[in-house]
């Protein structure tokens, strides 16, 4: 009975996002009563499978990749929510047939609504959202139909541009969802919380009090599997374009005047447009690239690649308040320990009542695996002599909420429900984050052979990193 008002249809629906991510979030969502009444998913894949045989490979998949402990009986009477369709993404015939689906299933009143999904390779994107239009689908009376859209967009700001224009042919800027992950994340989200709801921090965040800011993304794992697309991608595309930069946005970005999607998202594009430009003159001192040892023998990838698996980079920001202030971003595979998280290291204050050797305040952000903040402040160290000591003021959210920080998918998969597009990307932020990585990609390109360093698995990268914090206490916090 055409009872369902707001359908998703994810395309890609058995592939590793669906299985991984979208599906334990859909559930958790389900669990806490979030999801809206008479939601449904049509989850779209080209292998032809029965419901009941979709349900069990969901069900394998969320126990397997859930922190929580799942219940069949709880799962399946969830999963009666969602059908498999089967599309060949190629061929309009079938999109027709999707049309028809989609009208028999959904209530035909004009308040149900059509969320799209595409967790498929990028060479997709386009033939999907243009055969969207083409069958009609896009015509179907609805209150609203928005697209959600993984990375990556774009290999360069070009292949962004084309994919962009095909994509804004068929959906307004409003109603494209550009996910990043990484700004969905429990921490980040909370940066905005720390910097703008406590009065001690809003005086300081500026160059007159930080020395530096460390931005961190760290895996343990290699690229395993994804050979074939990392190959062509490497670390800057992969990770400093989008989730290092956003970091970086957000933990420099002015106070928005409200925290409305537009407004923040407007300030931080002033973040990107005020990026110094890398140019050749900043390769000795602003860029490190590396590969770890055994990359070339990894799985579709080619025996003389030159593709990064870390860089370190400088960034600065020519404006009022960051004039200076270095912001290092490091983000690399194969190292020792899987971590995250944003330093910042205050200026060191002048010790002049006390001849001692102080140490720079340090907030530490930490984003995974544990989830929390700690300051690190200078204080007397017991007893008679007067002699200072580093105290570690330590809130350990992860801690406290066991297990409980929900994943990012499931506030990313609500707020795209709610037509909430604060975390997303806008089209104006992706255009400027690519217009500088492709600044230093272009800088790069002659000289990747040269560039390369070479660090071992399971390590802290090149030895070259060693040297590459040149200001304040010149050293990597996270390594502390
Ligand atoms: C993805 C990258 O965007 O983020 C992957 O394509 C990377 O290469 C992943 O492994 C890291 O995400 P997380 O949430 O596991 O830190």
Known sequence: DATIQTQMIIFGGTGDL???????????LHLHGFLPKDFSLLSIGRRPKTHGEYHQDLLDATKKFSTKAIDDQEFLDFAKAISYFRLDFDNPE??????????????????????????VSPDYFSPIVENLESSGIRALPSLWQRLVIEKPFGQDLDSATLLNESIARVFPEKDIYRIDHYVAKEMIQNINMLRF?????????????????????????????????YDHTGALRDMVQNHLLQLLAI???????????DDVRNEKVKVFEALRPFGPEDLSHRL???????YTQEDKVSEDSTTETLVATKIFIDNE????????????????????????????????????????????????????????????????????????MD????????????????KLLLDAMNGDSTLFTRWDELQLTWKYVDSIQSTVNGDRNTLLKPYNVGSFGPEELDRFVDSGASTWWFQN
């Open 18 to 28: 669906t299985h991984r991510k979208l599906v334990p979030a859909l559930f958790q």
């Open 94 to 119: 079938d999109y027709l047939r999707l049309k028809q689906t989609l009208e028999d299933r959904t209530s035909s009143d004009p308040e149900r609504s059509f969320l799209f999904y595409l967790a």
């Open 197 to 229: 709801q406590n009065t001690i921090f809003g005086p300081v965040w500026n160059r007159h009090h930080i020395d530096n800011v460390q931005i961190t993304v760290l895996e343990k794992e290699g690229v395993g599997t994804r050979g074939g697309y």
């Open 251 to 261: 933990t420099a970005m002015e106070p928005p005047v409200s925290l409305d999607a």
């Open 288 to 294: 490190i690239l590396g590969q770890y040892s055994g």
């Open 321 to 392: 308040r960051w004039q200076g202030v270095p912001f290092y971003l490091l983000t690399g595979k194969a190292m020792k320990n899987k971590t995250a998280q944003i330093t910042i290291e205050f200026r060191k204050s002048n010790p002049y009542t006390l001849d001692l050797d102080n140490q720079p305040n340090i907030l530490e952000i930490k984003i995974q695996p544990d989830e929390g903040i700690t300051l690190h402040l200078n204080v007397k160290k017991p007893g008679v002599m007067d002699q200072m000591t580093m105290a570690e």
């Open 395 to 410: 809130y350990c959210q992860s801690c406290l909420y066991l297990f409980n920080s929900p994943d990012s998918y499931e």
